[in-house]
C-alpha cells in the first residue's frame, strides 16, 4: 500500500482541516474529518498493520512454541501513534495547535473506520458502527495448527455463552507468520473460540505428545494412537460414548471409552486396519457388557461401522475466562476446554447392515445395464 505519510497530499489534506470547520454549526461531525485513504490508513495503523513484529513481541521467550497469549490494547498508545502520524509536516505552534483542536474528532472518526476495515477487506458491505471503540483485546497465537490449517476460524463472545448476540466484532485476523496467529476484538471477551475449518471431517485418531511435541506411547497404549469410541445403533449412534448433551450423559453412560490404535510392526506411523477393527470390535463389546441396556452392539465391526469409529469432525479449542484477570501482569486470564465442534452430529445412516432383499435389488441395478462382451 502506498505510504501517505511522507507524502505531499498527506501534508496538504491535514493542512485543509482548519479549526473553524470543526466549530462550525453547518459542520456534519458524522463524516469523517479526514480523506478516505488518510482515514484508511489511520485506521489500520490503530490494528497494528505494519508495526514491526518486534514491537508486539520483543524476545522470542515471550512467545515459546505451542503457546497463546491474550492481552489488552492500551489505546493511549494506539492514540500517540495516530498523533505522531498526524504531526507529519507540522512545524509551528500554530500547526500543532490546530492538531491539537481537531485530534478528538479524528479519533471519533477512526472508533468507526477500525470496525469496518475487515469487512472492506473481505469486499462485504461494512455494516458501520457509530460511537465511542469498545476496550480493544485479543491474542498471539503460536502453533502448528496456524501452518496446518490456514482455514482457521476465530469467534469471541461476551456474555458467559457462545451465541450470535452475543458475538463481539472480529477487528483482525493475520497470519504475521508460517506459525503465527493475531486477532484483535472489538471489546473484552468471556470466551473465544479457535476452530478447524468446516471442510475438517476426515478419519483421524487421536495422538499423545509430549513436551516436545513427539508421539509417546505408554503401557497402555504403545503407539501413542487413541480412538473414542462411538454409539453404533439407535438414536445415539455416532455420538462418542460418555458424550453429554446440556450437561445429561447420553444413554445414561457418563464415561468416555477409548482404544489403544494398534500399528504396522515395519512403519509405526501406518495403522494396521485389521488389528484395529478386531481391537474396536473387543472394546464395544466389553462396553455391552459394562454398560448392559444403556449401549446397543450386536458383536461385529462391518466397514462401514469402523468408518464411523474413524470420523473426527472439525476440532475447536475453546478459552472460557468470565472476564478473570491474572494477579499478576493484570492479563485476562481464561479456562481451557477442548472438544470436536461437531461431535453432536448424529449418524443414523450407513452403519446398518444390508438386509438380504437389498442385496438383491443393488445387485440387480449394478448389473441390469452391463452388455456380455461380444454383445450389441
Known sequence: MKSWNNSDVFIKNLNTLSIEDYSSSVYDKTEAPLPEHLSDWLGRLRLLYGLPFDYLIPDERLLPNESIRFFYIDRNWTDRMVDGALSVGKTTSREFAHHHAVFNTVRRALDDEERI?????????????????????GFLFRSQAVSGWTGLEVKAYRGGKATPNNALRLLRMDRLGPDILLCLFDGIPDIVDIEEPREGIQFGVDINLDNNSNIQGTEENPSGFSLK????????????????????PIDGISQPYTVSVPVREANPQVLHIDALRDAIEESLGQIKTAEGSNF??????????LSVQMLQFPYQQRFEGAGKQAPLDNMPEFDLVSHYKGSTISITTAIKKLDAKEITLLTEEAFSNVTPRGGQ
Open 229 to 248: 469410541l462411538r454409539h453404533m445403533e439407535g438414536n445415539s449412534a455416532g455420538y462418542e460414548v460418555g458424550w453429554k448433551v446440556d450437561d445429561v
Open 117 to 137: 476495515i475487515r469487512q472492506r477487506l473481505k469486499s462485504n458491505t461494512p455494516t458501520q458502527l457509530k460511537g465511542n471503540a469498545a476496550d480493544m483485546t
Open 296 to 305: 446397543s452392539f450386536d458383536g461385529t465391526v462391518s466397514a462401514a461401522e
